[in-house]
C-alpha cells in the first residue's frame, strides 16, 4: 500500500526567515499527483500546492515551493519569508487511484516572532 | 463558501448509541470521502463514495457505515459509538474526471466525543 512519510512531527522557524518541512512516500506508479494541505487552529484544509509528478518543474505559490525528487520519492515544502499566519499543521498527501488522498502524519510549524 | 458542509460540528455522545453525521455539498462533485483526523496519524480514509448508492471501504472501516441516497448528502454512521471514535470527521469531496489532479475540498470537521 501507498505510504506517506513526514519525519518531523514538530519544527519551528524565526519570523521572515525560511523553513523546509520534509515529505517522502511509497509508490510503484508513474503517474500520480502529490499535495501540502495546511490546517490552521480553526481546523479547516487548506491546499497550499500541488505537484504532477509527469512534471519536472518545481511547483510554485508565492512563498511556497517545492522540491520534488521523484526518483528518491520526496516532496519537501519550503515557505520562505515565513510569517505569524503560517504557524499551522502542515499535511503532504498523495493521490492514489480514484482520487483517495493518502496523508502523512503531519508537521506542526511554530513561527517565532 | 467552498459548498461543503458537515453538521454537527460538535457532538459528546455515550459509548454504545449509535451516531449519524452528514456530509452536504452544493458542487455537484461525484466522488465524497469521510476520513478521521487523530494525532500522530494525520488523516485516514474510512469510507468513500464514487456516486449515488456506490461506497467502497477505507482504511479503517471498521464500526463505520456509510450511505449515500442522494448526489449531494453522505451520512457517516457509527453504529455503536465507542471511545476509540473519538476523533475529528472530515468529510470531502473531489471532481470526477481521473487526471484532473485537484485535491480535495473539507468541509470544516466535526469534533465527535465519545463518553
Known amino acids: 500500500a501507498q505510504t506517506v512519510t513526514q519525519s518531523q512531527p514538530e519544527m519551528s522557524v524565526q519570523e521572515a526567515e525560511t523553513v523546509t518541512l520534509s515529505c517522502t512516500y511509497d509508490?510503484?506508479?508513474?503517474?500520480?499527483?502529490l499535495f501540502w494541505y495546511k490546517q490552521p487552529p480553526s481546523r479547516q484544509m487548506i491546499l497550499v500546492i500541488r505537484?504532477?509528478?509527469?512534471?519536472?518543474q518545481n511547483a510554485t505559490e508565492n512563498r511556497f515551493s517545492v522540491n520534488f525528487q521523484k526518483a528518491a520519492k520526496s516532496f519537501s515544502l519550503k515557505i520562505s519569508d515565513s510569517q505569524l499566519g503560517d504557524a499551522a499543521m502542515y499535511f503532504c498527501?498523495?493521490?492514489?487511484?480514484?482520487?483517495?488522498?493518502?496523508f502523512g502524519q503531519g508537521t506542526r510549524l511554530t513561527i517565532n516572532p | 463558501d467552498a459548498g461543503i458542509t458537515q453538521s454537527p460540528r460538535h457532538k459528546v455522545t455515550e459509548t454504545g448509541t449509535p451516531v449519524t453525521l452528514r456530509c452536504h455539498q452544493t458542487?455537484?462533485?461525484?466522488?465524497m470521502y469521510w476520513y478521521r483526523q487523530d494525532p500522530g496519524h494525520g488523516l485516514r480514509l474510512i469510507h468513500y463514495?464514487?456516486?449515488?448508492?456506490?461506497?467502497d471501504k477505507g482504511e479503517v472501516s471498521d464500526g463505520y457505515s456509510v450511505s449515500r441516497s442522494k448526489t449531494e448528502d453522505f451520512l457517516l454512521t457509527l453504529e455503536s459509538a465507542t471511545s476509540s471514535q473519538t476523533s475529528v470527521y472530515f468529510c470531502?469531496?473531489?471532481?470526477?474526471?481521473?487526471?484532473?489532479?485537484?485535491?480535495?475540498?473539507f468541509g470544516s470537521g466535526t469534533r465527535l466525543t465519545v463518553v
Open positions: 470531502a469531496i473531489s471532481e470526477s474526471w481521473v487526471g484532473r489532479g485537484y485535491g480535495y475540498t
Open positions: 463514495s464514487y456516486g449515488v448508492k456506490d461506497t
Open positions: 458542487e455537484n462533485h461525484r466522488y
Open positions: 505537484q504532477e509528478a509527469y512534471k519536472q
Open positions: 509508490t510503484s506508479e508513474s503517474d500520480y499527483y
Open positions: 498527501a498523495y493521490r492514489l487511484g480514484a482520487q483517495k488522498l493518502v
